[in-house]
DNA sequence: CGACGCATTGATTGGATTCAACTAAGGTGG
DNA sequence: CCACCTTAGTTGAATCCAATCAATGCGTCG
């Protein structure tokens, strides 16, 4: 099975053989990472990080208070977070929400990659700019949205990320959140996550028990959401 | 009186002349913009943007119901959108809030400058961190905190970046947005906004009238705010 | 002056939170 | 293997924050 990396960049550019070796290559050091840890050694280095096989990680921010935000829901395939060196420091925390495996990538060979080869370092700013597009789908989906299109539209986004990458049959995928985490990711309490989810299933358009999600209706769910895959340019480019 | 943009990137780098002057050089195609345009040639072509003098600008983004989202608040020396080229099309819609002027720039010179002068580089990539950064702060915004403390936040950060390009004096500034905007930014509603911000004079935190904002206690909005400037990375680094 | 953009106020409705209790499922150790 | 404990999910009732729907004031500009 070729890696989530490599499926996900496939999205944007026509990789050859010999550059899906380069990107294999380039995650060999994959290391066993348990679930909620926190403990990614982000300050510590110039490491990059990378998110590997099924698994679930999260940007997040913990207020005063107790409450959380989720800012950022990275799935295999995502940087971790590319940029700590450069901000001396971490505006957020990450923490892994399952047990995954992290591949850990020294800076200096990404650089190396994607100098050697343009249209990689494409491939990798194109990733960078749909994280960003992603940031500003959440900002709408928390600003405009009730909690019922919110939900809906977080886990459209969920499923169409992990059609990508190739974990998704028959509209079925495992779902790498709690409604804990749903909550936190929507701005929400978990009373009224647990609530609206049931709403959800009861209008025919999920289904959803121990952390397997099917997506009984796609278009319906998309039109409650307000789903426009366009805008986080997960589509296949013509060309 | 230095350029918007050279103030702001010397909150993270030192600049000597030479430097000074290549970035006054970069942004030498200043072109006047209407408030309200939103015919910033977008995805005509290769240009990149620059928001530049006293002014304000928006990323945004409007829904089905005629609600609208705004995304991102530009200040001058701000990039209005540095990556339109890569991703073929655009998922949000940019405009002016205000009569302000906007410098072309030519992505080659800009790269030829990054490629030529790595302090630049690194400071126009801190740009981006920046704006990120304030992505996330947006989203902690919308999704943990109310009304109160939402806007008041919004004024702490348009407080703190009109500060670092030189537009405040004895905490007074000349806010760009308008109550329907602050709504639009805090996803709210213009009459809620309209009641929370009498709430903020009432609780002598601010001053506000005719486009006029006056900070009152900067300490005491920043706490109701919950604001923490070092999370935006606009607070100068030692070293 | 009239029109329009912006700000303000009131009354009402509704969506989401809060607080509290309770069930179901999983894991662990005696 | 069952008792125990933890975690995740579910339910109910009361409360509250913010939206909604109007209507009005006010200043500016053509």
Same mark, same amino acid.
């Given at each position: 099975m070729t890696s989530a990396l490599v499926r996900k960049l496939e999205t944007f550019v026509d990789l050859n053989e010999a550059q899906r070796t380069k990107l294999d290559l380039l995650c060999s050091d994959v290391r066993p990472v348990e679930a909620k840890a926190t403990s990614f050694p982000m300050g510590s280095g110039p490491n990059i990080f990378m998110s590997?096989?099924?698994?679930?990680?999260?940007?997040?921010?913990?207020?005063p208070g107790g409450s959380r935000q989720i800012t950022a829901l990275l799935l295999p395939g995502d940087f971790l977070d590319a940029d700590v060196t450069i901000l001396g420091r971490m505006d957020h925390s990450v923490s892994a929400i399952t047990r995954c495996k992290v591949a850990?990538?020294?800076? +200096?060979? !990404?650089? &190396?990659? @994607?100098?050697? +080869?343009? !249209?990689? &370092?494409? @491939?990798?700013?194109?990733?960078t700019l749909v994280d960003e597009a992603t940031l500003r789908s959440w900002l709408v989906n928390l600003g405009r949205r009730d909690a019922y299109a919110r939900i809906a539209n977080l886990l459209?986004?969920?499923?169409?990320?992990m059609t990508l990458i190739g974990l998704v049959r028959e509209d079925r995928l495992d779902l790498p959140l709690?409604?804990?985490?749903?909550?936190?990711?929507?701005?929400?309490?978990a009373v009224h996550t647990n609530r609206t989810l049931q709403r959800l299933r009861a209008d025919g358009l999920i289904g959803l028990g121990r952390r397997m999600l099917t997506v009984l209706d796609v278009?319906?769910?998309?039109?409650?959401?307000?789903?426009?895959?366009?805008?986080?340019?997960?589509?296949?480019r013509p060309g």
């Open positions: 590997w096989s099924k698994a679930g990680a999260a940007h997040y921010k913990d207020l850990y990538i020294k800076p +200096d060979s !990404l650089n &190396a990659l @994607a100098s050697e +080869d343009n !249209l990689l &370092a494409r @491939a990798f700013w194109w990733s459209c986004e969920i499923h169409a990320r709690t409604q804990d985490q749903i909550a936190d990711a929507t701005g929400l309490t278009p319906g769910l998309q039109r409650v959401a307000g789903f426009e895959p366009t805008f986080l340019h997960l589509v296949r």
